[in-house]
């Protein structure tokens, strides 16, 4: 059976990446199995270039369920993310494109570039029913190849001129480029944003989460968003247990401060091939911290690394995962931040006319 282990690789080539693993998807029906063939010295590679492809969609908005989340339909511009956070949930995702949700999560990344054609073409149809949709909700819309594909602000463009309310969650301090676009929408009460904080210290963050803004960036982008009117509530997601979750209410301040009118939490999740994942990263860069964290997440899911079930993956549940639940409704309190805020406006929505559209009578 292949481990994350056999495909570890070493010195410049993974630098700045947020896993040292590529170990093949799930659903390949080959393995690779990496070795010293003794031509290569260590440290000698050169660095891991990013890869983008383009994908031409036949669909856009993603529709769901679970009653875990507050929204019911998504879009997801790009698939990996350059980000490269060794903890993301998404990551197990790239296996059905025959990827690994390792390295070549962060590395093999493919833009929809049609995206915003093909949003069009759906909000434009007859049986469209308007409600939120959410951008961010897998892989982070504004990690740095959006800077050249600008996938996201046209899709931001239709969405303004159907009137069309939306969520964006994002750690990209790129988000500030469309400002043009997103404060009008914010007075017509069309768009919310939440800003993911995961620590306050610049060095774990880099880390961490390696190629994603520093908290100091993050702050910034706040406050920049919310003094243009735009709402952001500050999303102090994942808290690791053992290791971020003790600046909790230190986040939640820092937020407020900033600006954000709103907060949330979710615990660390390690659906699928993320377990091993995290767990290698755990291993070389917190040792000291592995069996703790490992145990407290243990301890929220049965036993268990995760559990998938509706109602408990994103929080966990015991002792400790109600200890963090008090915590953070007493900063919240505290601090004056709401947990829910008022929706978003539908009844504005309406679809543009057309060149060659029939014209109105009245």
């Known amino acids: ?73 998504s879009i997801n511009p790009y698939r990996g993310c350059e980000h490269g956070c060794s903890y993301c949930f998404a990551r197990p995702t790239h296996a059905y494109l025959g990827l690994s949700p390792g390295l070549d999560f962060e590395t093999k990344l493919i833009a929809r570039a049609n995206a915003a054609e093909v949003l069009r073409k759906e909000l434009s149809a007859r049986r469209y029913k308007v409600a939120p949709i959410a951008i961010g909700t897998n892989t982070d819309p504004y990690q740095p190849i959006e800077r050249d594909r600008g996938i996201v602000r046209d899709c931001l463009r239709v969405l303004a001129e159907f ?52 908290p100091i960036q993050r702050l910034r982008v706040i406050r920049a968003l919310t003094g243009a009117g735009v709402p952001v509530r500050v999303m102090t997601s994942p808290l690791v247990p053992g290791l971020t979750d003790h600046e909790l209410e230190a986040l939640l301040a820092a937020g407020k401060d900033a600006g954000a009118d709103a907060a949330s939490w979710i615990m660390l999740r390690l659906p699928r091939e993320v377990s091993e994942l995290w767990q290698e990263w755990l291993a070389e860069h917190e040792p000291n911290r592995f069996d703790r964290v490992m145990a407290r997440l243990r301890e929220m899911h049965g036993g268990r690394d995760y559990d998938p079930r509706w109602g408990h993956r994103m929080r966990g549940e015991g ?22 805020t008022p929706p978003l406006r539908t009844d504005l929505f309406a679809v543009p006319e057309q060149p060659g559209d029939q014209l109105s009578l009245f």
Do not use: C
Not at 175 to 184: G, S
Not at 319 to 340: I, N, P, S, W
């Open 163 to 214: 009137n069309h309310p939306v969520a964006i969650v994002t750690k990209g301090t790129l988000i500030e480029r469309d400002m043009d676009v997103l404060a009008p929408m914010a007075a017509r009460g069309l768009v919310r944003v939440g800003i993911s904080l995961t620590t306050l210290d610049p060095g774990l963050s880099r880390r961490m989460e390696p190629r994603a803004p520093g």
């Open 319 to 340: 002792h400790y995962a109600e200890m963090v639940a008090q915590r953070f409704d007493m900063a919240t309190k505290r601090l004056g931040l709401v947990q829910k």
């Open 1 to 73: 059976m292949e481990r994350f282990e056999t495909e570890k690789l070493l010195g410049s080539e993974v630098r700045g990446r947020g896993t040292t693993s590529n170990a093949t998807g799930r659903y390949e029906t080959t393995t690779r199995d990496g070795f010293d063939d003794g031509w290569t010295a260590e440290n000698a590679l050169p660095p891991l270039r990013t890869e983008v492809s383009n994908e031409i969609a036949r669909s856009l908005i993603t529709y769901n369920r679970s009653p875990d989340l507050p929204f019911d339909r």
